[in-house]
């Protein structure tokens, strides 16, 4: 038996999200088919962030058992031979058997794009927010700044997510722009059930003007999400990358 | 009755390429079921450059005639309300009667992309070639120069066309590279069947080292499309403009 650890890349668009559900596409069932495609074995995947339906991924991590006797360094080209081009494995390698892609997690990196037009946009409409309004991004960087830091984000975690603990540690969220394009950069050590996109729809908010730069921390203290902004549509979210100690071996 | 012109922008994925046909979805049926949903029309219409399946589109031109009401410059969102969403009109306006996109065409532009990678590739393998080869891109920009001007461009020109003149003027033909890119820009009065792709495809040959830079010369004297490369994938491939004189309107 041995622990296999994937790095993937998807395009969210055509599934349902990662995690399996019934009579739906999801990134969890293609990979699960994959997996039995390869081995006949039916394995249980874990997964570092359970990504939602039209978000997408540049290096989200699973590992799941087998006892198969492809090389771990094989699975990579094994299992993109059998998934759909929308899912490709990056990386795969043999880990400690108690590696868990979630717990483990010292670090995830996600990336928010807004392209900045309303027409001419279809190629970017599956994979960026695509608006055309003037935002006050100087004040929305404003904001990022009262977001970094260790806080209770629970003004920003969606219903329906059983966690109890909503502090996190927000290590970085940056803004970049030019002309046609802004991208949010934010890195914790965990995010709370839509965090990133409840913090993006603030950030918009601010950056139309209906919100201060300052009343994020309001926000933040009030500890309610019906004092946040909406939720920022799925599209322009990426699951960059997810960091462990010693590389993930564990 | 007035002649409408669209300028139209589309990824081509999900299409057997713009020119109507049985039993497959294409970029013409699309447009005239969005033509007859909004006016009961039939209507029948021309276009600048009838792509291939899987080739893109940034500034298509087609023109079509209608006994509506609606305004010209209104059919832009009117279309756009009925088209899918990987299919939308960048502009609209009514033009002279005898007005045809293709025949009043002074100057078309496309653009052929490479994207230099092989692995991690999920988000471009429908918008661009993808490879990781080594091309010694000083070679391909070499023969670029000699495809540069009034030539016949047989031997670049697919079986299948029925076109008996095959001398056209390519006013450019250059090479753009940086370390995730290729693209080659090549304009011309017009374009034979498939010929943008045969040329890239023989520069490939050229990057590849698999033909000198010269040989270009001698396959543009051929007149002979078995001297020409291998035809490039149509996931590389925009039609980025079309230029008319008076702005279209003739």
Not at 19 to 48: D, H, M, W
Not at 97 to 103: A, G, L
Not at 148 to 169: H, Y
Not at 173 to 182: F, G
């Amino acid at each position: 038996m041995a622990r296999i650890k994937l790095i993937l890349e998807y395009d969210g668009s055509n599934y349902h999200g990662f995690q399996i559900q019934k009579n739906a596409p999801t990134i969890q069932e293609k990979l699960e088919q994959g997996i039995f495609r390869l081995t006949g074995e039916k394995a249980s995947l874990l997964c570092a962030g359970r990504t939602d339906a039209g978000v997408h991924a540049l290096g989200q991590v699973v590992a799941f058992d087998t006892q198969s006797n492809i090389p771990p360094a094989k699975w990579k080209f094994a299992l993109n031979s059998v998934l759909p081009s929308d899912i490709q494995v990056l990386d795969s390698q043999e880990v400690n058997p108690v590696f868990h892609p979630r717990y483990h997690a010292v670090k995830k990196k996600y990336l928010y794009l807004i392209y900045r037009r309303e027409q001419g946009t279809t190629f970017y409409r599956k994979y960026a927010f695509c608006t055309a309004e003037l935002l006050n991004v100087g004040a929305m960087r404003k904001s990022c700044q009262m977001i970094e830091g260790r806080r209770n984000f629970r003004s920003f975690c969606a219903s329906g997510s059983s966690v109890k603990d909503f502090v996190r540690t927000v290590t970085r969220c940056r803004l970049r722009e030019n002309k046609s394009y802004i991208k949010m950069e934010i890195e914790a050590d965990g995010f709370l059930y839509k965090m990133v996109r409840i913090i993006m729809g603030t950030l918009l908010e601010v950056g139309r003007g209906n919100y201060p730069a300052e009343y994020i921390k309001e926000i933040i203290g009030a500890q309610d999400r019906s004092m946040a902004g909406p939720t920022a549509p799925p599209q322009g979210l990426y699951l960059v990358s997810v960091d462990y100690l010693n590389e993930g071996t564990v």
